[in-house]
């Protein structure tokens, strides 16, 4: 508890001199944890004797010399009838209402953790049936510090359509797996942070003097920035410059696939009229146009086709585009990547389907608005994603070339500066602004969707994953509280041939080793990510296998909670066989068309061939006719690998290697 102490000295010193205060936590609509002790605590006159009560359920406390008091209710059972939370010093009360007790968890992570539920799979549906007044969301508003914060924007809210479009997805599908299965009350805390590495929400002096983190350290000590008043009055100002213009380019979003003018037909003359300008694609429209600038470009190439294309369905290939789109060809809108309510579109790898009819013999018009906000507005830069017009049984047709023209059409300047500056990677800013407000908050466990930022450094993961883990245990002061995570998912395109290396596999690799840690679990979802998409929208998904850990190891269901793990490698001759835990009623291939796939060995001169498998039981029997001598094996060990291990409650295997080979 000596850190609890420490933090309360950062976070609510006050004059002598303070009315009665709670923490920011403490709201109308909150749900407290059931069956272990409740803190509650904040500010009064340094000195006066706090009074705290739940029911029958009450705590006193005494403020100290700063006016700090923390005050423990005695452990109260679930219940969802509403109570009220009064705390009352002298003549001052403040009171609670709506107040529910049952199971509190923390999501937390980046931009998967981040994600929100009207960005996931059949968002409106979800949303429309999101009416849970048992489930109460807190969302903790994105805030970075140079020491811990006692404060955050954000209050309890009943689980609405409302409330629960811009909550995370994961978070919320989890909490909802929970509520449906416990029948009580589930607080949801989302404390998350898009394009995060996990070093900026551990306690940076838990990482002081420990060589692994002297650089991540030195950059946090040669970019701080001071807590003062004018340092704050100057970041909310351009925040407020800041959100003025992401409404603006929300607007554009909104409104540019509504269609005008001439120039989506094919007749259309240019240029050189309304100042279109010749493009090279793969290239930078910016440079094209003569203006570095955010806001609407226009892009259009005329495609001649044969007369055996005219009228059949195609696939057009737009590869990765700078934020967001509306696509036409000859005058057809044919997609889109734009999600109007979140947002979430930039660098999604672009595939529409065009209907049959569409496409005409001689010349066609592909139209492509594109809403940039990130300056730099490339397109085509990436060579795995080649641009292409491919008639339904014909050839593809290259969309490359000098050939296009673009133009700008809506000139927003440049995008303000970011006026934390990068500050939100920096090593516990994001620990000291949106953790340290919540602790020691009774919580029944965390659970984390996080690592992508992380992927470049998969072997410094190995110790800072289990750092962080250990930091938030140790300074909640509960112990060895659950902490559930998700294991990135397959992403980028699949390759042909065994991959000889993956960063991805190796940050994978890395969380599955962060098991060794008591009280933790892991959801494998090597087979529901996106390989166009690094926000893969299947969310309902990784809730559900989250909450089956919670329910195996928290709350004693007797459920499988996890896929197949390795176990045991014996090597005999050419083949190699594995022995698996986690099988249950036996080991499952998921591939219709032969064994699984997925699986490699190679042999001491560590070349890797693809291996056939055979599945019996709990075992896997692999070789390949390329080695004879097989000294190691891999499993799905790729970005974005086949993957068809599976048990029969329909867990993925999670993917493994049984070598510690270096990177080629």
């Known amino acids: 508890m000596k850190y609890l102490r420490l933090l309360f000295l950062f976070t609510l010193s006050i004059s002598a001199n303070a009315e009665l205060r709670l923490a920011a936590i403490f709201t109308d609509h909150l749900v407290l944890q059931r069956d272990q002790p409740i803190p509650v605590w904040g500010t009064a006159d340094a000195g006066v004797t706090v009074s705290v009560a739940l029911g029958d359920k009450t705590a006193t406390a005494k403020a100290d010399a700063a006016g700090q008091w923390l005050a423990k209710l005695p452990a109260a059972p679930a219940s969802g009838e509403p109570q009220n939370l009064t705390v009352s010093a002298g003549a001052d009360q403040v009171t609670i209402s709506d107040v529910l007790v049952g199971e509190v968890w923390l999501c937390s992570g980046q931009s998967n953790m981040e994600m929100s539920v009207g960005s996931a799979l059949n968002a409106r549906e979800e949303i429309a049936a999101a009416g849970h007044p048992q489930i109460r969301l807190l969302h903790v508003t994105r805030q970075t510090a140079n020491s811990p914060r006692a404060s955050f924007s954000g209050t309890w809210t009943a689980c609405t359509p409302l409330t629960v479009r811009n909550f995370s997805a994961a978070g919320y599908f989890f909490g909802r797996e929970l509520r449906q299965q416990l029948n009580v009350p589930v607080g949801l805390i989302n404390a998350s942070w898009g394009g995060t590495p996990a070093e900026t929400w551990v306690r940076s002096s838990f990482l002081a003097g420990q060589p692994d983190y002297t650089d991540l350290l030195a950059q946090r000590d040669t970019r701080v920035f001071s807590d003062d008043k004018a340092d704050r009055e100057f970041l909310d100002n351009a925040e407020r410059q800041l959100t003025d213009w992401q409404d603006k380019i929300a607007g554009l979003v909104k409104t540019a696939g509504e269609p005008e003018a001439a120039w989506f037909n094919a007749d259309y003359q240019y240029p050189p009229a309304e100042n279109w300008r010749p493009l090279t694609v793969p290239g930078n429209v910016e440079s094209a146009t003569g203006k570095r600038a955010d806001g609407v470009f226009l892009l259009r190439k005329t495609v001649s086709l044969p007369a055996a294309d005219a009228d059949v369905a195609a696939t057009l290939k737009l590869g990765p585009l700078p934020d967001y789109d509306y696509t036409w060809v000859n005058g057809r809108l044919v997609g889109s990547t734009v999600d109007t309510q979140n947002l979430n579109s930039r660098n999604t790898i672009r595939k529409y389907q065009i209907p049959a009819g569409v496409l005409r013999a001689g010349p066609n018009v592909i139209v492509i608005r594109l809403v940039n906000w990130h300056a730099d507005c490339f397109v085509g830069q990436d060579q795995r994603f080649p641009l292409e017009l491919t008639p339904a049984d014909g050839q593809p047709v290259s969309l490359a070339g000098a050939d296009?023209?673009?133009?700008?059409?809506?000139?927003?300047?440049?995008?303000?500066?970011?006026?934390?500056?990068?500050?939100?990677?920096?090593?516990?800013?994001?620990?000291?602004?949106?953790?340290?407000?919540?602790?020691?908050?009774?919580?029944?466990?965390?659970?984390?969707?996080?690592?992508?930022?992380?992927?470049?450094?998969?072997?410094?993961?190995?110790?800072?994953?289990?750092?962080?883990?250990?930091?938030?245990?140790?300074?909640?002061?509960?112990?060895?509280?659950?902490?559930?995570?998700?294991?990135?998912?397959?992403?980028?395109?699949?390759?042909?041939?065994?991959?000889?290396?993956?960063?991805?596999?190796?940050?994978?690799?890395?969380?599955?080793?962060?098991?060794?840690?008591?009280?933790?679990?892991?959801?494998?979802?090597?087979?529901?990510g996106d390989a166009a998409d690094i926000h893969p929208r299947n969310k309902q998904?990784?809730?559900?296998?989250?909450?089956?850990?919670?329910?195996?190891?928290?709350?004693?269901?007797?459920?499988?909670?996890?896929?197949?793990?390795?176990?045991?490698?014996?090597?005999?001759?050419?083949?190699?066989?594995?022995?698996?835990?986690?099988?249950?009623?036996?080991?499952?291939?998921?591939?219709?068309?032969g064994g699984p796939r997925g699986f490699a060995v190679a042999g001491a001169d560590r070349k890797f061939y693809w291996a056939e498998a055979t599945v019996s039981g709990d075992t896997v029997t692999v070789s390949a006719a390329e080695v004879p001598a097989p000294v190691a094996v891999r499993y799905a060990w790729a970005d974005n690998p086949a993957a068809d291990l599976y048990n029969a409650d329909g867990l993925p295997a999670s993917p493994f290697r049984t070598d510690d080979w270096p990177r080629p």
């Not at 516990?428 to 969707?449: F, K, T």
Request: aromatic residues 10%.
């Open 404 to 528: 296009w023209h673009a133009r700008l059409e809506t000139d927003l300047g440049l995008r303000p500066p970011d006026p934390l500056g990068g500050r939100h990677s920096l090593t516990g800013v994001l620990y000291d602004g949106m953790i340290a407000p919540l602790i020691p908050y009774g919580i029944r466990g965390a659970i984390w969707y996080q690592g992508e930022s992380n992927a470049g450094r998969a072997r410094q993961y190995r110790t800072l994953f289990p750092a962080l883990i250990a930091n938030w245990r140790q300074d909640w002061g509960e112990g060895d509280f659950p902490f559930y995570f998700v294991q990135l998912a397959n992403f980028r395109p699949r390759l042909d041939q065994p991959a000889k290396y993956s960063e991805w596999a190796e940050l994978r690799e890395a969380q599955t080793l962060a098991l060794a840690l008591p009280n933790t679990g892991m959801a494998v979802t090597i087979d529901i």
């Open 541 to 593: 998904e990784v809730g559900r296998r989250l909450a089956l850990n919670a329910l195996a190891k928290t709350y004693g269901r007797d459920i499988e909670y996890s896929g197949p793990a390795l176990r045991d490698v014996n090597i005999s001759g050419n083949q190699v066989t594995l022995t698996f835990d986690h099988a249950g009623k036996g080991l499952v291939n998921g591939n219709q068309a």
